[in-house]
């Protein structure tokens, strides 16, 4: 199952932190694909409503001609000290 994690940077911007199993990758890639196929569609990871609160969805959609205002970067080095 899917586990994540919100940061509240106490600057009015937050971070997320998605964990996948490595079974779920392939769901993620095999939903992924079929979004870029079948451009009406959208697909949904929800969260399972615990009482401390957590993220409670998290919605992908094809997004035609909207300004991004995110970017995907490398992976993360590890720090060498």
Known sequence: ????????FKTRWY???IYLRKE???LLIDR????????DKHFHTSGDSK???GI????FNLQEGEQDD?????FAIPPTR
């Open 32 to 39: 992924l694909a079929e979004l870029r196929r079948a451009k």
């Open 70 to 74: 995110m970017f995907f970067t490398g």
């Open 1 to 8: 199952m899917v586990h994540a994690e919100l940061e509240d």
């Open 15 to 17: 971070g997320i932190a």
């Open 24 to 26: 779920e990758i392939d």
């Open 51 to 53: 009482p401390e609160g």
């Open 56 to 59: 409670a969805d998290m919605e």
